[in-house]
C-alpha cells in the first residue's frame, strides 16, 4: 500500500534559522496536505497543494509540491518559537488519508 | 462555532471495562473518523464513516466498535478495555471525502490500568 515518510523526524532549530522538511510518497498523489500539532494538541490543517510544482507561502512557512507529484517540502524561515510542535504531510490512499510520521520541531531561543 | 468535540477529555479506566469516546461535529461533515496516536507510530485510522448508518474498519479496528446513528456524532466503544488501548485518540470530520481535508476534535486521552 501507499507510503508517506518524512524526513527528518526531530528538528531541533535556533531560533532564526531557516529549516526545511521533507515528505515524500511512495505513489503519485492528487494532492498533499500538511498539518500542525503543538504539543499537547490536535493536528490542524494548514494548506493543501494540487498542482505539480506548486508553490504556496502562508507568512513564513513555504509550501512546495513536487513536479512529479511524489514529494513536497516545507520551509520555514526565521524559525520563532511559535513554530514549534509536529508537522506532517498527508496524501490520499486506497481508502484514506495516509499521514507522515511527521518532523517535530523544537526551537531554541 | 463549536465545530467538532470530544468528551471526555481524559479518561483513566481499568482493564476489562467498556469505554464509550464521544465525537460531536456541528459543520454536517458526512465524513467522520477515529484515529489513534501513539509514539513511534503517528496516526492510525481505527475506523471511519461516509454518513450516517455507514461505518467501515480502518487499519486498527480490533477492540474498538463504532455507530453513527446521527450525522453529527460518531461515538468509539472500547468494549474491554486493554492496556495496550492506552492511547491518545481523535475524532476527525471531512466535507468531500475520505482523502479530503479533515478537522481534527482536541483529542481524549486515554489510560487503561
Known amino acids: 500500500g501507499q507510503q508517506v515518510m518524512q524526513i527528518p523526524q526531530y528538528q531541533h532549530v535556533q531560533e532564526g534559522e531557516d529549516f526545511t522538511t521533507y515528505c515524500n510518497s511512495s505513489?503519485?498523489?492528487?494532492?498533499i496536505q500538511w498539518y500542525k500539532q503543538r504539543p499537547g494538541g490536535h493536528p490542524v490543517f494548514l494548506i493543501q497543494?494540487?498542482?505539480?510544482?506548486e508553490v504556496k507561502k502562508q507568512k513564513r512557512l513555504t509550501f512546495q509540491f513536487g513536479e512529479a507529484k511524489k514529494n513536497s517540502s516545507l520551509h520555514i524561515t526565521a524559525t520563532q518559537t511559535t513554530d514549534v510542535g509536529t508537522y506532517f504531510c498527508?496524501?490520499?490512499?486506497?481508502?484514506?488519508?495516509?499521514f507522515g510520521a511527521g518532523t517535530t520541531v523544537t526551537v531554541r531561543a | 462555532d463549536a465545530g467538532i468535540t470530544q468528551s471526555p477529555r481524559y479518561k483513566i479506566t481499568e482493564t476489562g471495562r467498556q469505554v464509550t469516546l464521544m465525537c460531536h461535529q456541528t459543520?454536517?461533515?458526512?465524513?467522520m473518523f477515529w484515529y489513534r496516536q501513539d509514539l513511534g507510530h503517528g496516526l492510525r485510522l481505527i475506523y471511519y464513516?461516509?454518513?450516517?448508518?455507514?461505518?467501515d474498519k480502518g487499519e486498527v479496528p480490533d477492540g474498538y466498535v463504532v455507530s453513527r446513528s446521527k450525522t453529527e456524532n460518531f461515538p468509539l466503544t472500547l468494549e474491554s478495555a486493554t492496556r495496550s488501548q492506552t492511547s491518545v485518540y481523535f475524532c476527525?470530520?471531512?466535507?468531500?471525502?475520505?482523502?479530503?481535508?479533515?478537522?481534527f476534535g482536541p483529542g481524549t486521552r486515554l489510560t487503561v490500568l
Open positions: 476527525a470530520s471531512s466535507e468531500r471525502g475520505l482523502r479530503d481535508t479533515q478537522y
Open positions: 505513489t503519485t498523489l492528487s494532492n
Open positions: 497543494l494540487v498542482k505539480s510544482g
Open positions: 498527508a496524501g490520499p490512499g486506497d481508502y484514506k488519508l495516509s
Open positions: 459543520w454536517s461533515h458526512s465524513y
Open positions: 464513516s461516509a454518513a450516517a448508518d455507514i461505518t
